[in-house]
């Protein structure tokens, strides 16, 4: 009811605890291979300070935050804030006694990406390589678990989208699709076979939040989608810098420290029109913006920072920290 009421505080926020990756994905550029864990007490601080922004749901992210050796602390911390808890992970790392630590934590959902059937140069993200993590999910897991499957951005076989669609779903797991966007978050156009399995997955999905995606018809047939993007308002990014973003692909504006971010810088957001939007394809930012599409116009219009950018403007605001 708050989120319906209020337009004050953040829905979601993505949050980062480490960038280093065990993968390398080629159309992936959110991780690296070598950075350092955030420190637990900085996590730990920067979920409170969400926390105080009444941020509803907070989900970790990366790179890979298996790989933070605090996870569960962390999850912990999001849990005693009174807000629900998500992973999106690789599924790489997970054993039995790892899910069940996950439980303990009081993990709410989890999301795994698979791209392909067959691990090839693209992608290692593969059924064949994660069939067995996803039984372990299906047999221990006490939290939602979705599988995402993707189309687009070099994914070789289209079909693969279905056979991975369908095991998730014999494994009792929930299954999305997703249109993979191009360095800028912005729309690869579909192949026609692409959007013949694109219609063909929206038969799989059912009425739950995730299932929020009507953008998504538009997109696939490569036309702009009509939207309020709600970004750096009711959705937030926030790098392992502690820097609020608009999204993964759009990291560099505002480019605030979460320290000094408040209800100010919430409304002047969600006024905000993003130049990006109309061919975005960051599905966790559409679904959120639709909370408030039938309100609040966009009267002020920004240009975002290029992704060449980034370092410069990471470097400038290193000293803060």
């Not at 490569?222 to 608009?246: F, K, M, N, T």
């Not at 992704?307 to 803060?320: M, S």
Request: with cysteine.
């Amino acid at each position: 009811m708050q989120g319906a009421l209020s337009i004050d505080h953040p829905i979601m926020a993505h949050i980062i605890p480490i960038r280093r990756c065990n993968l390398s994905c080629t159309y992936c550029n959110e991780y690296d291979d070598y950075s350092k864990p955030v420190p637990l007490d900085t996590m730990l601080h920067r979920i409170c300070l969400l926390g105080n922004l009444n941020t509803g749901v907070i989900t970790l992210s990366g790179g890979e935050p298996l790989l933070h050796p605090d996870l569960d602390e962390i999850i912990c911390g999001i849990r005693r804030h009174a807000t629900l808890s998500g992973l999106i992970t690789n599924g790489y790392l997970l054993t039995a006694d790892r899910v069940h630590r996950l439980n303990e934590a009081g993990l709410d959902y989890l999301q795994i990406s698979i791209d392909n059937v067959m691990p090839d140069d693209v992608s290692k993200k593969s059924l064949k390589v994660l069939d067995k993590k996803l039984q372990i999910l299906a047999e221990h897991a006490h939290f939602h678990v979705n599988i995402n499957s993707v189309l687009g951005g070099g994914i070789r076989n289209p079909e693969d989208a279905l056979t991975v669609g369908r095991r998730a779903m014999e494994l009792g797991f929930t299954s999305t699709v997703g249109i993979i966007h191009d360095g800028d978050g912005q729309l690869q156009p579909l192949a026609d076979r692409e959007r013949e399995v694109f219609l063909e997955m929206k038969k799989f999905e059912k009425r739950h939040f995730s299932r929020i995606n009507y953008f998504q018809e538009s997109i696939a047939n490569g036309q702009p989608s009509d939207w309020r993007c709600r970004a750096g308002s009711r959705y937030l990014y926030i790098c392992e810098d502690g820097l609020v973003h608009y999204c993964s692909q759009q990291r560099g504006f505002p480019a605030k420290p979460l320290e000094e971010y408040n209800v100010a810088d919430i409304r002047r957001e969600y006024i905000t029109q993003k130049s990006c939007a109309p061919f975005c394809t960051i599905s966790c930012v559409h679904q959120i913006s639709y909370f408030d599409f039938f309100r609040g116009k966009q009267t002020r219009v920004v240009e975002p920072v290029a992704q060449e950018q980034l370092v410069t403007i990471k470097a400038a605001k290193a000293g803060r920290f």
